[in-house]
């Protein structure tokens, strides 16, 4: 990145969004020019088209899982590579305009998989509230805010407290999440050309195995070949490949970098063994300690290598 051309960032949009919030706390990212977009598909398709230099998206939420149209995106419909992942403490808030009571809410806009984040509040307490779609818990805020006839009378949004300063609403309740631990993990994508970021010591890997048919023990084997490694999986999950029911492929994220021999030697197996294996990025895990974590893994390997060093250097020529 340089002065006279900063990093383009594309992000969901408009400003108030959580990603936004994720996006704001990584410096990096941060300090280039932020693109809003309407949708995290718009985002995916102008990573990839190079009308942004990288995108920020969000991948999974420990309330609602998957974000599917993010994943099914980095598998079927674009070559990108994730180059980070951040995880974000999401709260969730009930924002409506000035002087309006919980009692007068009639309806609740918000992004889909905010507002499932928050049915026990919105059952509980909003039991005769229809809930509406928007694009973004920020769009909901700015329609709630502009009175927009969309929306209709009485409505209210669920989004950040970012949201409601942007756009002069109130907030009706704070914390209105399901659960104490709601958090978001999200991730920045990349045309391949960019490359691979190099090995920290704490990285994940995260690949997408296509089976050659469905057969007793086919996903044993896959499985098997992490079992024979000792490679921890931190996640696996299957989708659909779209082609006929009942075929699915497995999305797994795995601790270690493709630069790591037991990694790559992993990863050539399965390419032999599967139909497809699709490579969809090494990049530096996402924990409180990471820094710490990386640095005291560096410090190992050196002391590793020089040891390593210190015996052949006895090797007799």
């Known amino acids: 990145m340089t002065a006279a051309s900063p990093l383009r960032v594309g992000f969901l949009g408009p400003p108030g969004t959580f990603t936004e919030e994720a996006l704001l706390g990584e410096p990096d990212l941060a300090s280039g020019e932020l693109v809003p977009l309407r949708s995290m598909p718009d985002v995916l398709a102008a990573t990839a088209a190079g009308t942004v230099d990288v995108g920020f998206v969000a991948l999974e939420n420990s309330i609602e899982g998957t974000v599917r149209q993010v994943l099914d995106g980095l598998i079927f419909e674009h070559d990108l590579l994730i180059q980070h992942e951040t995880v974000l403490r999401v709260h969730q808030n009930l924002l409506a305009?000035?002087?309006m009571a919980l009692a007068d809410v009639r309806r609740v806009v918000s992004f889909p998989d905010a507002a499932a984040q928050c049915r026990r509040f919105l059952t509980g307490q909003l039991p005769a509230a229809a809930v509406v779609a928007a694009t973004s818990t920020a769009e909901a805020a700015?329609?709630?805010?502009?009175?927009?006839?969309?929306v209709g009378e009485g409505a209210?949004?669920?989004?950040?407290?970012?949201a409601a300063k942007l756009y002069g609403l109130?907030?009706?309740?704070?914390?209105?999440?399901?659960?104490?631990?709601?958090?978001?993990?999200?991730?920045?994508v990349a045309r391949p050309e960019v490359g691979i970021p190099?090995?920290?010591?704490?990285?994940?890997?995260?690949?997408?195995?296509?089976?050659k048919a469905d057969q007793p023990g086919s996903l044993h084997g896959i499985l098997g070949q992490f079992t024979a490694r000792n490679i921890n999986l931190t996640k696996l999950e299957s989708r659909p490949t779209k082609h006929s029911l009942g075929d699915y492929c497995f999305i797994i994220d795995l601790e270690g970098h493709i630069d790591d021999e037991v990694v790559a030697d992993c990863l050539r197996d399965l390419h032999a063994q599967l139909r497809n294996l699709k490579f969809v990025g090494s990049y530096p895990a996402a924990h409180p300690h990471g820094p710490e974590i990386r640095r005291d893994a560096e410090a190992s390997w050196r002391a590793a290598d020089d040891w390593l060093a210190r015996l052949r250097a006895q090797v007799r020529r």
Do not use: M, S, Y
Request: proline share 6%; with cysteine; charged share 20%.
């Open 97 to 99: 305009p000035a002087g």
């Open 142 to 150: 700015r329609l709630v805010a502009l009175g927009a006839p969309e």
């Open 156 to 162: 209210a949004a669920v989004g950040t407290a970012l």
């Open 170 to 188: 109130d907030v009706l309740a704070e914390g209105i999440e399901d659960h104490d631990g709601n958090t978001t993990r999200f991730v920045t």
């Open 198 to 211: 190099e090995p920290t010591g704490h990285d994940k890997t995260t690949i997408v195995c296509f089976q």
